[in-house]
């Protein structure tokens, strides 16, 4: 990989890279959209990587299918599809780790105390596999991407760090591997997540500056539905991640939650500027 | 200086690179002179990383004089210094650190414990700066070298890492900016170091097997000299860096002290295999 990297570059051209654990969805391939119209060359990476989650999270039973996968990357315009073996990744000895300290003390860092550890050290090994000049990350995972943009300006990382927007069903639910975890019971009580998110942005809309009231707006259409339970649903400053008494205008907020349906946790989120 | 690397990697030319904190001696130039032979266009940084150094270390007092390491680092053979700005290298809000874990437990990390990630923080950072194809380090700082090694084959890095031979004065002193720390006194003491571990070596060519025994002697002769005070004499695997009971057959061993002179505090090491 590092190989065929150097020879893109010394050729001029511009490498582009899409990281991802796989199992793609319409989210993915807009990723590798993005990249196509800001590089020369479509690195997409599949890589499921074990310690980003916890014991007792979702590891083993993460979805898989890289034929699949092949297919739609080379579809969507990827040049190489980059699949390394968890033993070239983690071999034996393995001790360096990368971590971003402030950012992740909040939201999905507070619920997943490992997890920032393990997504900064893959995304810095993978940017060293593939050296790219872009790199695409989907807005979703909204606090991954704000975590990885900080470790790459203070790790000196060359590389732009683009957002792409949540892709969702028809229905609003946010695209995600994860939904194929989904009873149909509860993929018909999921939309609310997007709803909630909706009558967050209308609150908002309508001058409420009290982050609480937002959240009790939020938490209480969400627990309507019965199959949901709240992990967290957050207001907070877009940029440090801290959580807000009272919204001020025009500064940017990040209203996020995780909300579990059964076993399977969703993520999903809006920025808002007052 | 990441476009001026960008640029020479375009050009098809090998770049090396020698990280040091200034204040350069011949140990130093030795470094710069691997890497001119080992690469097309070789970078000096030096940066005093603030970092590396707790509370009460010489961080403020650590000697520097850039005039004068100018003129060394050209007339040995360097075509790029690079000498980044602190609020360059670590600006308001950076919260990124790179850690290894197994190695530093041990010898300089035990004494120092926050010293390793300020020094793999920076070596990343500079490391992400300059792009270089190699880069050289000092078998003076022995478990630096290893902790480096450990980060960049971790973290993917696409850089070989070469160890630079220490260079010693007449006496035996190993050359370090420290030195001029010394009293006279202590300067006339400090060669016992180097004389301790001659012992050593002596000991193991004689078929000592007893990593306790070295130890006795070495601290009986580095005791003998009023000024010093020993902060570890160590016998230890010269790959895990753990302390050895025996010493095998064929096994690499890394003997290794730091000692300090009043204020000041020196290491020195060698590498044996029995």
Chains 1, 2 share one sequence.
Do not use: W
């Amino acid at each position: 990989m590092q190989a065929s990297s150097d020879e893109l570059r010394r050729a001029g051209k511009r490498i582009g890279v899409v990281p991802t654990m796989g199992f793609l969805h319409e989210g993915h391939l807009s990723l590798i959209g993005i990249a196509r119209r800001r590089a020369d060359c479509v690195i997409t990476t599949v890589f499921v990587n074990p310690t980003q989650f916890a014991p007792g999270e979702d590891f083993s039973r993460y979805p898989r299918d890289l034929g699949r996968d092949s297919q739609l990357v080379e579809s969507a315009g990827t040049d190489i599809l980059f699949v390394p073996a968890t033993e070239e990744m983690y071999p034996a000895g393995a001790q360096t780790s990368v971590e971003v300290g402030g950012l992740t003390r909040f939201l999905e860092g507070k619920s997943r105390p490992t997890h920032f550890r393990g997504v900064t050290t893959i995304v810095a090994k993978l940017f060293l596999c593939t050296k790219p000049h872009v790199a695409v990350f989907g807005q979703k995972d909204a606090q991954q991407l704000r975590v990885i943009r900080q470790m790459a300006r203070d790790l000196d990382f060359d590389v732009e760090i683009i957002a792409g927007p949540i892709v969702r069903e028809a229905d609003g639910l946010a695209m995600s591997s994860r939904n194929v975890y989904l009873s149909s019971k509860e993929r018909a009580e999921s939309p609310v997540l997007h709803e909630s998110l909706l009558l967050a942005r209308d609150k908002v809309l309508e001058g409420e500056k009290d982050a609480a009231a937002i959240v009790h707006a939020m938490t209480g259409l969400i627990t309507s539905r019965p199959s949901a339970q709240i992990d967290y649903v957050s207001v907070a400053d877009s940029s440090t991640l801290e959580e807000l008494d009272t919204l001020s205008r025009g500064r940017e907020v990040l209203i996020s939650l995780a909300v579990r349906f059964g076993s399977t946790r969703l993520i999903d989120n809006i920025t808002l500027i007052p």
